[in-house]
């Protein structure tokens, strides 16, 4: 098996260039926003948080901060090189994941091992943001390195004890390592019951009654530890709390993408992946029950069961099922060379198996890093150090610093997090992603003010909101926004790419409106001309990925540059919303020019054409869209529309 599956280093080198690569991503997430808050309010007041600090909204309700030492670690990092020194040591902790995951799988060989890592690199690379997931994946590696080693590694398996108490301490789903722990121990204690006094007991994990005492007492050990927090019992029963709002707060979780079962949409590259993960250590289970391990069907089994409720759950188990994966894959190289008719050709064949693998990589590396694997499956990502410009309303918060603007602020989910970061608590937000702070009846009426806007003037009243900033890429804001800019309470003070500032229709406000008023003339394209798809925030300004000098021009001819045309494809879809249809027009022609075959530009040029009476000229669009995607429903619909018109 080993000389079928005789890697090179080079084939290792390569699978953590990957990793890299996927890890290397401008910030995109909202929630990295609060949790760098989180610490900085610990080394300003020197404690940890035991109720909300940075809403308004939630102010006297709980707030169970078990990641307070993953936020004060984070924040700490923020300070010696900002949002890049952030992406960096997240691809820190994707780099020591997998490692740890290699030396466990290294002995199935180094193509099967780095299959079965690069299945679960795709599957997991998704959360390969600064969050305390990426700890999580850390200690979930340490976890099964020290499980696979053992006995051999005897007292090495205490160190789970000290583990488990950082774990409680820097992430609220630590629970994953008491199942992880425990899966072992209870499919070690029946391969025990079941195959003690065989020939082939410790094939199966059978361990001696010492080793075996050994383990379970790790397993109660490091349940009791996970009272070693700031809130005792509370935090220890924390993710058990969530687990049960989870379950019983549908209308709180339900529109939270993370919480949705994987398989709902189209079938990606990452579910493709998934799937692997669950078929090839199942069929091994299935047609080796011979020597079946117990304990690695337990936890996969486990892991499985918890990636199949919430699509936040499936990096952990791609960790998981990567070694029963690999161990399935040698496998098969092993009965390969076994058989007499292949295994001349599967021995001489070894390089160029390795080879195929390494062009893979190569190649899997290269559509990363040049954002094409990212534009194919219709994501908002980007390779490189910095901020994302696109996903968080940075133009709104510093038009609100610049103009002083204070009072009671309304906030949309995804904007929370940021807003928390740039003002919070002197500038508390409404609502934000600390969903287990706020309670199902806050969130539906939230929920109501975005659908059903009419709702918003009573929510408006009860709390006195005197501005509103929404971030409004996606679409479930946009009855709101065209409600606001017809309602004679709240007057339009800002628009770009990515948010949208209101201000109350006041007295008061009257030199502030016309202060701003050639400034929202030009965000509105009044001008005749499309405004930049964002402009860079004061402070958080993305670092270049594009080499220096002679190779930058060959290096943005094949980086393809996701963000401006999607930023611009954002200002022009607000503009529409706002009625500005002219202007519209003008950045979507300019998200064409980055990305000529930007289907949902092509079909939202249209819309715009046809609300200006260009209606032939909507039409084209419209099949330039369909030619581009024939999956794009909105714009088949429309020329259906358009036919019966």
Same mark, same amino acid.
């Given at each position: 098996?080993?000389?079928?599956? @005789?890697?090179?280093?080079?084939?290792?080198?390569?699978?953590?260039?990957?990793?890299?690569?996927?890890?290397?991503?401008?910030?995109?997430?909202?929630?990295?926003?609060?949790?760098?808050?989180?610490?900085? !309010?610990?080394?300003?007041?020197?404690?940890?948080?035991?109720?909300?600090?940075?809403?308004?909204?939630?102010?006297?309700?709980?707030?169970?901060?078990?990641?307070?030492?993953?936020?004060?670690?984070?924040?700490?990092?923020?300070?010696?090189?900002?949002?890049?020194?952030?992406?960096?040591?997240?691809?820190?902790?994707?780099?020591?994941?997998?490692?740890?995951?290699?030396?466990?799988?290294?002995?199935?060989?180094?193509?099967?091992?780095?299959?079965?890592?690069?299945?679960?690199?795709?599957?997991?690379?998704?959360?390969?943001?600064?969050?305390?997931?990426?700890?999580?994946?850390?200690?979930?590696?340490?976890?099964?390195?020290?499980?696979?080693?053992?006995?051999?590694?005897?007292?090495?398996?205490?160190? $789970?004890?000290?583990?488990?108490?950082?774990?409680?301490?820097?992430?609220?789903?630590?629970?994953?390592?008491? $199942?992880?722990?425990?899966? !072992?121990?209870?499919? +070690?204690?029946?391969?025990?019951?079941? +195959?003690?006094?065989?020939?082939?007991?410790?094939?199966?994990?059978?361990?001696?009654?010492?080793?075996?005492?050994?383990?379970?007492?790790?397993?109660?050990?490091?349940?009791?530890?996970?009272?070693?927090?700031? !809130?005792?019992?509370?935090?220890?029963?924390?993710?058990?709390?969530?687990?049960?709002? $989870?379950?019983?707060?549908?209308?709180?979780?339900?529109?939270?993408?993370?919480?949705?079962?994987?398989?709902?949409?189209?079938?990606?590259?990452?579910?493709?992946?998934?799937?692997?993960?669950?078929?090839?250590?199942?069929?091994?289970?299935?047609?080796?029950?011979?020597?079946?391990?117990?304990? +690695?069907?337990?936890?996969?089994?486990?892991?499985?069961?918890?990636?199949?409720?919430?699509?936040?759950?499936?990096?952990?188990?791609?960790?998981?099922?990567?070694?029963?994966?690999?161990?399935?894959?040698?496998?098969?190289?092993?009965?390969?060379?076994?058989?007499?008719?292949?295994?001349?050709?599967?021995?001489?064949? +070894?390089?160029?198996?390795?080879?195929?693998?390494?062009?893979?990589?190569?190649?899997?590396?290269?559509?990363?890093?040049?954002?094409?694997?990212?534009?194919?499956?219709? #994501?908002?990502?980007?390779?490189?150090?910095?901020?994302?410009?696109?996903?968080?309303?940075?133009?709104?918060?510093?038009?609100?610093?610049?103009?002083?603007?204070?009072?009671?602020?309304? @906030?949309?989910?995804?904007?929370?997090?940021?807003?928390?970061?740039?003002?919070?608590?002197?500038?508390?937000?409404?609502?934000?992603?600390?969903? #287990?702070?706020?309670?199902?009846?806050?969130?539906?009426?939230?929920?109501?003010?975005?659908?059903?806007?009419?709702?918003?003037?009573?929510?408006?009243?009860?709390?006195?909101?005197? !501005?509103? $900033?929404?971030?409004?890429?996606?679409? @479930?804001?946009?009855?709101?926004?065209?409600?606001?800019?017809?309602?004679?309470?709240?007057?339009?003070?800002?628009?770009?790419?990515?948010?949208?500032?209101?201000?109350?229709?006041?007295?008061?406000?009257?030199?502030?409106?016309?202060?701003?008023?050639?400034?929202?003339?030009?965000?509105?394209?009044?001008?005749?001309?499309?405004?930049?798809?964002?402009?860079?925030?004061?402070?958080?300004?993305?670092?270049?990925?594009?080499?220096?000098?002679?190779?930058?021009?060959?290096?943005?001819?094949?980086?393809?540059?996701?963000?401006?045309?999607?930023?611009?494809?954002?200002?022009?879809?607000?503009?529409?919303?706002?009625?500005?249809?002219?202007?519209?027009?003008?950045?979507? #022609?300019?998200?064409?020019?980055?990305?000529?075959?930007?289907?949902?530009?092509?079909?939202?040029?249209?819309?715009?054409?046809?609300?200006?009476?260009?209606?032939?000229?909507?039409?084209?669009?419209?099949?330039?869209?369909? #030619?581009?995607?024939?999956?794009?429903?909105?714009?088949?619909?429309?020329?259906?529309?358009?036919?019966?018109?």
């Amino acid at each position: 098996m080993r000389r079928l599956f @005789n890697g090179t280093s080079a084939l290792v080198a390569l699978l953590f260039a990957a990793v890299a690569a996927f890890a290397i991503r401008r910030l995109d997430d909202p929630d990295t926003w609060w949790h760098l808050a989180g610490g900085r !309010y610990i080394a300003t007041h020197g404690a940890v948080p035991m109720h909300d600090v940075f809403s308004y909204t939630a102010a006297t309700r709980p707030w169970t901060d078990l990641q307070w030492l993953f936020d004060l670690a984070l924040f700490g990092v923020y300070q010696l090189g900002g949002v890049a020194a952030l992406i960096l040591a997240t691809a820190v902790l994707a780099l020591l994941t997998f490692a740890i995951l290699l030396l466990v799988t290294r002995h199935c060989g180094w193509v099967p091992a780095t299959v079965a890592l690069t299945l679960a690199l795709l599957a997991s690379q998704d959360r390969f943001v600064p969050r305390p997931e990426m700890l999580s994946f850390v200690l979930v590696a340490g976890y099964l390195a020290l499980l696979e080693a053992y006995p051999g590694n005897r007292n090495w398996i205490w160190l $789970i004890l000290p583990l488990q108490v950082l774990w409680v301490n820097v992430h609220g789903v630590f629970v994953v390592g008491l $199942i992880l722990v425990g899966s !072992y121990a209870s499919g +070690r204690t029946l391969a025990t019951l079941l +195959r003690r006094g065989t020939d082939r007991a410790s094939a199966h994990g059978a361990l001696a009654r010492g080793a075996l005492a050994r383990l379970w007492a790790v397993a109660g050990g490091a349940g009791v530890l996970c009272l070693a927090n700031p !809130y005792g019992v509370g935090g220890a029963l924390f993710p058990f709390t969530l687990l049960t709002r $989870i379950s019983t707060e549908k209308g709180l979780y339900d529109n939270i993408g993370e919480f949705q079962p994987p398989f709902q949409g189209t079938m990606t590259p990452v579910l493709w992946c998934y799937v692997l993960l669950m078929a090839i250590p199942a069929a091994s289970f299935l047609l080796r029950w011979r020597v079946l391990r117990l304990d +690695r069907l337990l936890a996969w089994g486990a892991f499985l069961a918890l990636s199949l409720m919430a699509r936040r759950n499936m990096g952990f188990f791609a960790l998981v099922a990567a070694p029963p994966a690999a161990d399935a894959l040698a496998a098969v190289g092993g009965w390969i060379v076994a058989r007499r008719r292949w295994g001349a050709w599967a021995r001489s064949g +070894r390089a160029v198996v390795a080879a195929a693998l390494g062009l893979a990589l190569a190649g899997l590396i290269f559509v990363v890093v040049t954002n094409r694997l990212f534009w194919w499956m219709e #994501e908002s990502r980007q390779f490189g150090l910095g901020m994302s410009l696109i996903d968080a309303p940075i133009g709104a918060a510093d038009f609100v610093e610049r103009h002083d603007i204070t009072g009671r602020m309304f @906030n949309d989910l995804q904007s929370g997090g940021y807003l928390i970061w740039r003002g919070a608590p002197a500038r508390p937000v409404f609502i934000d992603g600390r969903l #287990e702070v706020y309670d199902e009846g806050f969130f539906a009426r939230y929920r109501r003010a975005l659908s059903v806007p009419a709702s918003f003037d009573s929510l408006a009243e009860e709390y006195a909101f005197d !501005y509103i $900033i929404l971030f409004h890429a996606w679409e @479930n804001r946009w009855p709101l926004i065209s409600y606001l800019t017809n309602s004679e309470d709240w007057a339009l003070a800002y628009v770009d790419a990515t948010g949208v500032v209101f201000i109350r229709n006041r007295v008061e406000n009257t030199p502030l409106a016309r202060m701003v008023a050639p400034e929202l003339a030009r965000q509105l394209g009044h001008d005749g001309a499309a405004a930049p798809a964002q402009a860079a925030p004061r402070s958080a300004a993305p670092r270049s990925t594009a080499p220096r000098g002679i190779a930058s021009s060959w290096w943005q001819a094949l980086v393809w540059p996701l963000q401006a045309a999607q930023g611009h494809q954002q200002k022009g879809t607000i503009l529409c919303v706002l009625g500005q249809y002219a202007a519209a027009v003008r950045e979507f #022609e300019a998200a064409l020019r980055a990305r000529p075959d930007f289907s949902a530009a092509w079909f939202r040029l249209g819309y715009a054409r046809w609300a200006l009476g260009d209606h032939n000229a909507a039409r084209a669009e419209w099949r330039r869209a369909l #030619e581009l995607d024939p999956g794009n429903e909105a714009a088949r619909a429309a020329l259906q529309q358009a036919g019966a018109d």
